[in-house]
């Protein structure tokens, strides 16, 4: 099994900036990619950003795109999330997720709340 636990969340301005992070543990040699997903209230959870293990692949969703980036560090076991210029509508819980490749993912974190004040 592959264990994922996130920090890094919390409460910033819109304009501001906040950093996630997700350490993984457990048969990390079954994962190829990492990915952060959010939910919003009353919205379905939807992909943010993933890159591969290696980390020649990443993927963004459109909205977050030029403002996110995601970045890994493998001795660490680690990836991030470093969002910039954050909006009120980037409001959400933040999952990160591993998987065997940048579109299917099987192991989740149990989140972190991103809360952006106009």
């Known amino acids: 099994q592959v264990q994922l636990v996130e920090s890094g969340g919390g409460l910033a301005q819109a304009g501001g900036s906040l950093r996630l992070s997700c350490t993984v543990s457990g048969r990390t040699f079954s994962i190829y990619a990492m990915g952060w997903f959010r939910r919003a209230p009353g919205k379905e959870r939807e992909f943010v950003a993933g890159?591969?293990?290696?980390?020649?692949?990443?993927r963004y969703a459109g909205s977050v795109k030029g403002r996110f980036t995601i970045s890994r560090a493998n001795a660490e076991n680690t990836v991030f999330l470093q969002m910039n210029n954050l909006k009120p509508e980037d409001t959400a819980v933040y999952y990160c997720?591993?998987?065997?490749?940048?579109?299917?993912?099987?192991?989740w974190g149990q989140g972190t709340q991103v809360t952006v004040s106009s």
């Open positions: 890159i591969s293990w290696s980390g020649g692949s990443t």
């Open positions: 997720a591993g998987g065997h490749s940048l579109s299917t993912y099987s192991s």
